[in-house]
């Protein structure tokens, strides 16, 4: 077992460790999900139809409006949603989000991509208030 | 982040839990993103239509709601943005009963809070238009683009939870374009050829706003010949925002930070990027739909001015809508009162169109109204509508005023 730290800026949230699920893509609260069922839903989308429930999700930004604010604090109360979202870099919206929901959020990697840096299927722990991520693998 | 007397008071809890609640949150949102301290703000304006706030956000504002009355109204001026139903009308729409009901929890709740039902997104055409240099918490991206361009004022993108922070304590976090250093220009295009329509202005902010493609970009445009108007800047920075999540551009001698490019940039180590008309060629040919059968024709997003609903008036004088086609004008609650006093509103009724007010069509259930009304071919001569609504399920197409109201007329794209 590897434990690898990722330093980045310090984020919002409680400490949550999980499964990473990453992509190149960027995220839309509002455009890419299906809310209810808790998978990606819009066909263009590199991870259509995949599960974000409960996982570590990475992605390179963020997208969509200011509706999206309130959409993390829904997924979240219902309990269909992502433990924690990082970034490269995040818009204020979707940081304002995460700051409603309690959800751990994390951006701005010292290491460079962090699209790159975490796999799919890493387990990740995601330490918001001291800006910091570590990866255990095999 | 630095916090003054009276602001540590409100985080002790001293003036409620309200705003106990606002300056812990933007003590976070501040961390985030590096600002020393908040700053005073003059007006706040919030996002909170129920498709996105869900049970969850109307639950989260009745319980602020329920506080007491010293501590739960708001401290400076706060207004709203459109409301995801028009009770007037929404059964029309097939707009279920349940959603006007949680519509009017929301409602409920904000005006206990002491929040202005303006429901609008073109308050700086309607209620109180900012001035240069006035810092503001401004919700909805194309309000908040137009105030930071077009008038010189100061505010982010502030999404409900930020902006309702704001409004109950008067201050925001200073980061982003609240700091002079961020409003200088990284990006900068040639126009070549000259926007003519509204949805040729909107195609400009689309293609600016794809090409700059984040929030911490700043567009500067040369090239155009003579000073747009209001609606004109209104569907550009709309459009950019919404294809690039853009908060702010410059236009050289016209937009009040840019007398000059020097003014934003150092024009020798940015260069400029051209935008020719086959750039608007290629903008509008990815909406296809030219002689098909079109469900709905839809002017919204933004909400039309005083002047946009006398042009369609006019287009529509006389006219009746194709038996299967529908068409939606959408507006805000004080546009449509003078609309009816001046007589607008009577004559674009008269054609069977559907005059909407203080809603916006894409923050109105559009999924479940596409589907209870079997829309599918969406027309409009808003770039940003035609962007975001085939995330919900419509196959847009984009085209001038003009066009749209003759393809209403004749049930199909001409």
Known sequence: ?138 | MKLNDEEQAMQNGELGEPRRWAIEHMMQVGRFFDAPDLVPVTQAHIMADTESLGEAGVEFLERMAACPERERRVRIPMITDPRGIDFCHYRRLRQTDAMAALEQRAIDALEALGIIMTNTCINYQTIMPPVRGEHLAFGDTGVVIYCNSVLGAYSNFEGGPSSLAAGLTGRTPRYGLHLDRNRRATKRFRVTCQPQYLSDWGALGGIVGARSGSYWEVPVIEGIESPPGSDEMKHMGAAMASFGSVPLFHLVGVTPEAPTLEAVCEPATLAAETIGEADFEAFFARYGGKGEKVDVVVFSAPQLSLLEMQSLAELLDGKQLHQDTDLLAVTSPAVAADARRLGFADRIEASGALLLEGMCFYQSYAREMGEANGWKRLLTNSAKLANIIGGYGYEPTLSNMENCVASAIAGEIV
């Open chain 1, 1 to 138: 077992m590897a434990t690898i730290k990722l330093k980045c800026h310090v984020g919002v949230g409680p400490e949550v460790s999980g499964e990473a699920l990453v992509t190149d893509d960027n995220f839309s609260a509002r455009y890419d999900l299906d809310r209810d069922r808790g998978i990606f839903s819009r066909p263009q989308h590199k991870l259509a139809g995949q599960s974000y429930v409960g996982k570590i999700m990475v992605f390179n930004t963020a997208k969509g409006g200011v509706a999206s604010a309130w959409m993390l604090h829904q997924m979240k109360s219902r309990g269909i949603a992502p433990k924690a979202i990082l970034f490269n870099s995040v818009n204020p919206i979707l940081a304002q989000g995460a700051a409603l929901a309690d959800m751990a959020m994390c951006d701005r990697f010292a290491d460079g991509d962090v699209t790159g840096l975490i796999r799919s299927g890493d387990q990740v722990t995601v330490k918001p208030e001291q800006g910091l991520v570590m990866i255990t693998r095999d």
